[in-house]
Nanobody, 127 residues
């Protein structure tokens, strides 16, 4: 089992940047595919980004491609989401998640394949 703690959210103006962090404790961090999801008020939770166990492969939602960057530091048991050129529509609660999906799968965008979730951190982008 792994415990995840999200942090780094806040209020930022459109065009600004934030970096989210997710610290993991428990089992070996490098065993997990890691992802970020978000949920805006009244909307379904949606995939944002994912990163492979080694950090060598990443995947992004089309809506954030070119603006967000996911990375991980396995020595620090931490995954990051660097968010640049933020837009009001990026406003949501952001959750990190860890997946024990088969090692034949490099990354996954499916929330159902993530086993552990952080508590979420609020990101608000003002226009």
């Amino acid at each position: 089992q792994v415990q995840l703690v999200d942090s780094g959210g806040g209020l930022v103006q459109a065009g600004g940047s934030l970096r989210l962090s997710c610290a993991a404790s428990g089992r070996t961090f490098s065993n997990y595919v890691m992802g970020w999801f978000r949920q805006a008020p009244g909307k379904e939770r949606e995939f944002v980004a994912a990163i492979s166990r080694s950090g060598g492969s990443t995947d992004y939602a089309d809506s954030v491609k070119g603006r967000f960057t996911i990375s991980r530091d396995n020595a620090k048991n931490t995954v990051y989401l660097q968010m640049n050129s933020l837009k009001p529509e990026d406003t949501a609660v952001y959750y990190c998640a860890a997946s024990t999906v088969s090692r034949t799968i490099v990354t996954t965008t499916r929330a159902a394949q993530y086993d552990y979730w952080g508590q979420g951190t609020q990101v608000t982008v003002s226009s």
